[in-house]
Nanobody, 123 residues
Framework: QVQLVEAGGGLVQAGGSLRLSCAAS????????MGWFRQAPGKERDFVAR????????DYADSVKGRFTISRDNAKKMVYLQMNSLRPEDTAVYYC????????????????WGQGTQVTVSS
């Protein structure tokens, strides 16, 4: 069982930055590929970014490429999402997720989820 706890959300003006963090309880954290997803009201949960267990591979949704950066610290069992140049359309609840196998952008392929953290970007 893996528990994930996100933090760092909040209200920010367009063009601003936020850094989300996700603390994991997994015994062998580096075993898991990690992802960030987001869900706006009335919309499906969408892929934002993912990072391999080693941290050597990353991938981003086109909508956030060049603005967001995913990283991890396996010693601290943490995953981060640095979000720069935020836009009102980035407003959503952001979720951290862990996958015990596979390298996917589909939410159902992830085994564990955090409770989410709200990010609101004002125009």
């Amino acid at each position: 069982q893996v528990q994930l706890v996100e933090a760092g959300g909040g209200l920010v003006q367009a063009g601003g930055s936020l850094r989300l963090s996700c603390a994991a309880s997994a015994r062998t954290f580096s075993f898991y590929n990690m992802g960030w997803f987001r869900q706006a009201p009335g919309k499906e949960r969408d892929f934002v970014a993912r990072i391999s267990g080693s941290g050597r591979s990353t991938d981003y949704a086109d909508s956030v490429k060049g603005r967001f950066t995913i990283s991890r610290d396996n010693a601290k069992k943490m995953v981060y999402l640095q979000m720069n140049s935020l836009r009102p359309e980035d407003t959503a609840v952001y979720y951290c997720a862990a996958a015990s196998s596979g390298w996917d952008i589909i939410p159902r392929m992830y085994d564990y989820w955090g409770q989410g953290t709200q990010v609101t970007v004002s125009s």
